[in-house]
């Protein structure tokens, strides 16, 4: 029996790397789920993916930074599903590398727009329906950004560091709901996001300077970062709550030092 067998879950930034990977691993997992992002293209992609593998999933073709968007996204799942058991709030984007100084109040509203009003309205329009069932796991994708500065820019982590207040936020207006709220701060992973940063090193020759900070030595793929999600999404997570929990290869256990050489 899957890990996630008969729970109706839905992941946002479906359409490519992280939210790709748990789409695909939830569905393998035995859930019923609902793929969430922008571009119906990526969403096509990652359902073909799952039905290749053997599972099936619905695709919401929706902008997770709007709230009519988002309550139509919650509704529609209940309603066609019966319910919604895990929320994976994940989608997000990285406002590019722009020096703070040079950062405008339009970059600043888009950034947190999506990255941290976007998780709060999954929040806010799952969690009634939730409460009805006495359950459910809610899942949103911080970063090590939020944790230290460095990882991102300053509006990219700042908004990281408001969802995992928002997580700690939720846990508690929610005492005893038997609902719970994680945050995943994943360190440097291959997806989308970050491909130009991969694509430099690797014309440069560079793949094995990439990751090269953290005690594990190296980069993570999206099903590391699935996998942690998918720990929280099950019941075998049933006492964790309010956490932001950091799947980074140690990045943020250190501070700044130079590797010996072999
Ligand atoms: P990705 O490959 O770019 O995936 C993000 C997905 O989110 C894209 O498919 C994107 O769609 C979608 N999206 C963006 N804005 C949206 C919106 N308003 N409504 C609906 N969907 C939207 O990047 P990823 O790395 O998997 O990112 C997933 C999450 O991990 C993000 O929250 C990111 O901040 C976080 N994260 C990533 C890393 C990393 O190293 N990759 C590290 C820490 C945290 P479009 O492509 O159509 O815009």
Known sequence: MGRLEGKIAIVTGAGSGIGRASAALFAAEGAKV????????????????IEKAGNTCQTISADISSADAVEEMVSSTVSSLGGLDIVYANAGISGGAVPLLEQDVDLWQKVLAVNLIGPFLAIKYATPHMLKQGKGSIICTASVAGLRANAGGAAYSASKAGVISLVQNAANQFFGSGIRFNAICPGLIETGMTQPIFDGARSRGREDRIGQLNPTGRYGNPIEIANAALFLASDEASYVNGQALPVDGGLSSTLPFVPKKP
């Open 34 to 49: 609902v793929a969430v992002d922008l571009s119906t293209d990526g969403l096509q992609e990652t359902a073909e993916i």
